[in-house]
């Protein structure tokens, strides 16, 4: 077992914990800051993917799924906070 296999081990173990916070958060921003944390641990995932299959696009695509993720969550509290 190579150590990409056993981080992606660990990241996938990490997701579901987190998955898991974001369907029972008592609150709206405990769930935003547990999809901000998924979005997180997907894009570590997507790079030690690209890593362990040697994939250059998967890193790629990681970058521009993290600039979404980000921009997103922008939105997300903006929209908490009433300034829509």
């Given at each position: 077992?190579?150590?990409?296999?056993?981080?992606?081990?660990?990241?996938?173990?990490?997701?579901?914990?987190?998955?898991?916070?974001?369907?029972?958060?008592?609150?709206?921003?405990?769930?935003?800051?547990?999809?901000?944390?998924?979005?997180?641990?997907?894009v570590a995932t997507m790079v030690?993917?690209?890593?362990?299959?040697?994939?250059?696009?998967?890193?790629?695509?990681?970058?521009?799924?993290?600039?979404?993720?980000?921009?997103?969550?922008?939105?997300?509290?903006?929209?908490?906070?009433?300034?829509?």
């Open positions: 077992m190579s150590v990409f296999s056993f981080a992606f081990l660990i990241l996938s173990l990490a997701i579901l914990a987190m998955s898991g916070r974001l369907i029972m958060g008592p609150t709206v921003p405990d769930r935003v800051v547990a999809l901000d944390t998924l979005n997180t641990f997907v030690i993917l690209g890593a362990l299959f040697d994939s250059i696009v998967m890193v790629d695509i990681a970058i521009v799924y993290a600039a979404l993720s980000f921009v997103g969550t922008l939105f997300i509290a903006r929209y908490i906070e009433g300034g829509f």
